[in-house]
């Protein structure tokens, strides 16, 4: 059974930094695209970055580019969201996310990810 289940989030000032991390239980991590997605309250779940199953391609949404930083480690079955200069518009439950299909070029669509994890919540205080 897959699991993902995400850590690493926590209160900090606009401007600091915080890392989080996905840590995946299945057999095939290494094969799978994984990505970040936020909720912020009264908004829809939005498309954050995203990583190929090699780690060579990664895509990030304009709002977090040159910001976050999107990393895996197939050894550890992990991905780690570096995310820099955080401003209170960041703030949200982070969600990591699994697909499947074994793609070059990592997708930012919500509804071709197989697995979710229950989220972690960042708050950036202005």
């Known amino acids: 059974q897959v699991q993902l289940v995400e850590s690493g989030g926590g209160l900090v000032q606009a401007g600091e930094s915080l890392r989080l991390s996905c840590a995946y239980s299945?057999?095939?991590?290494?094969?799978?695209?994984m990505g970040w997605f936020r909720q912020a309250p009264g908004k829809e779940r939005e498309f954050v970055t995203a990583?190929?199953?090699?780690?060579?391609?990664?895509v990030y949404a304009d709002s977090v580019k040159g910001r976050f930083t999107l990393s895996r480690d197939n050894a550890k079955n992990t991905v780690y969201l570096q995310m820099n200069s955080l401003k209170p518009e960041d703030t949200a439950v982070y969600y990591c996310a699994a697909d499947r299909s074994l793609t070059v070029d990592p997708t930012s669509k919500e509804g071709e990810y197989d697995y979710w994890g229950q989220g972690t919540q960042v708050t950036v205080s202005s």
């Open positions: 299945g057999r095939t991590f290494s094969l799978y695209t």
């Open positions: 990583i190929n199953w090699s780690g060579g391609r990664t």
